[in-house]
């Protein structure tokens, strides 16, 4: 019921998956109340601190951006953020000299080992829950999303893709560490050959190879050579993304977060919606058994982060 930061420093050296340019990154454990904060360095080793949070994420489509995306920001954050989620890490500054994480091998996976091998802290503060008191939900071109009440945190996530290798997948559970480790992590980000070479045009995907990332071919086919490597990878990679996307709350969500042809933007509206409604939640510090709620401030929402489809 404490919060929680990293036992020691982690660093990690790759490229963005958009940019295709190098990155390095630091995981530095931080006091208790700091939350996930990054530290951007520009080309004069100017100093930009942004807190990962949704007032300070911008309306992207093609991934999560903090800060501003024409000037100090940092993108494609969702996995990272994810493995500090489901590992239970409040509090760490992460420091990165570029404007995007590194994309690792398309998924959450070498953040949770890491992060394991550093090991977690408890630190002296209680940690804060946002715990759901009615439904919220969201629809947008088809799809849908919602918030419900649930004694834990829990995600009910389908997918369903006009391709006969995707179709309709379901993945549900509640988050646990191991959970997330087993299932989730190790799930990557997917897309179409055939959307490539527009992605490209734009300036996009630039980093995005075989090594870390799974890619549908036009005759439908999983191009790489190894496969998948869950069955149902594709639904998985979701239920990742969404977790990262949840992690912008402000505090840890006890609720129940069901979606259906869900992505990034709506995962980012349902949350935005969820906050935006001060009646649909309240802010705990959750002794056992969720009783004897202390009530807090509300949460603000302001420019929930929005995503497009995953598109690598």
Partial sequence: MFQQTLGSRIDFDGVGVHSGLPVQLSLLPAEAH??????????????????????????????????????????TIEH???????MGVDNVVVQIDAHETPIMDGCAAG????????????????????RVL??????????????RPHNSTRFEIEIDFDSPVIGRQTYCADLTADR??????????????KDVERLWAAGYALGSSLDNSVVIGDDGRIINPDGLRYADEFVRHKALDAVGDQALAGARVLGCYRSYRGGHK???????????????????EMPSRL??????????????????????
């Fill in 80 to 86: 990272l953020m994810a493995a500090l989620y489901a």
């Fill in 34 to 75: 700091t939350g996930i904060v990054f530290h951007l360095f520009d080309k004069s080793d100017l100093l930009h601190e942004i807190k990962a949070v949704s007032a300070n994420a911008a309306l992207m489509d093609l991934s999560t951006v903090v800060g501003d995306p024409r000037g100090a920001h940092v993108a």
């Fill in 291 to 312: 009783v004897d709620p202390v009530r807090h401030a509300p949460l603000v929402a302001v420019a929930a982060p929005a995503y497009g489809p995953q598109i690598l």
């Fill in 266 to 284: 709506l995962n980012a509206l349902a949350l935005q919606a969820l906050l935006a409604d001060h009646r649909a939640y309240e802010i705990v």
């Fill in 134 to 147: 009615k439904p919220v939900t969201v629809e947008m071109d088809g799809a849908r999303a919602e918030y």
């Fill in 180 to 193: 997330f480790a087993k299932d989730l992590s190790r799930a990557r980000t997917f897309g179409f050959m």
């Fill in 111 to 130: 953040f949770i080992a890491a992060i394991c091998e550093s090991g977690i802290i408890s630190q002296a503060a209680r940690r804060r829950f946002l």
